[in-house]
């Protein structure tokens, strides 16, 4: 079983920046991303980042929104600009082939 730490979420004002970062308890990372869930909303993509660097954004976030890798277990996702529309439950996700792990999430709030 892996095991997915999340940290980094907080209470922000608007314009400002957060950075998330999940700690995998296996390495090398294949997919690693996050998610985010706002109340009464489905779970939706924010970012991910593969083996190899390649990366896919929502396009709500592109430009604001950047996930890196320290190449082992750990990714981080810098948040910058923030919108209160951002204002949702955080999970990080990993999946390696057939395996998907979530992490227990973490409250990101935007203040207008």
């Known amino acids: 079983q892996v095991q997915l730490a999340e940290f980094g979420g907080g209470l922000v004002e608007a314009g400002g920046s957060l950075q998330l970062s999940c700690a995998a308890s296996?390495?090398?990372?294949?997919?690693i991303g996050w998610y985010r869930q706002a109340p009464g909303r489905q779970r939706e993509l924010v970012a991910d980042?593969?083996?190899?660097?390649?990366t896919t954004y929502a396009n709500s976030v592109k430009g604001r929104f950047t996930i890196t890798t320290d190449n082992a277990n750990t990714v981080f996702l810098q948040m910058n600009r923030l919108k209160p529309e951002d204002t949702a439950a955080y999970y990080c996700?990993?999946?390696?082939?057939?395996?998907?792990?979530w992490g227990q999430g973490t409250q990101v709030t935007v203040s207008s």
């Open positions: 980042i593969r083996r190899g660097g390649s």
């Open positions: 296996r390495g090398p990372l294949s997919i």
């Open positions: 996700n990993a999946r390696w082939g057939p395996e998907n792990y």
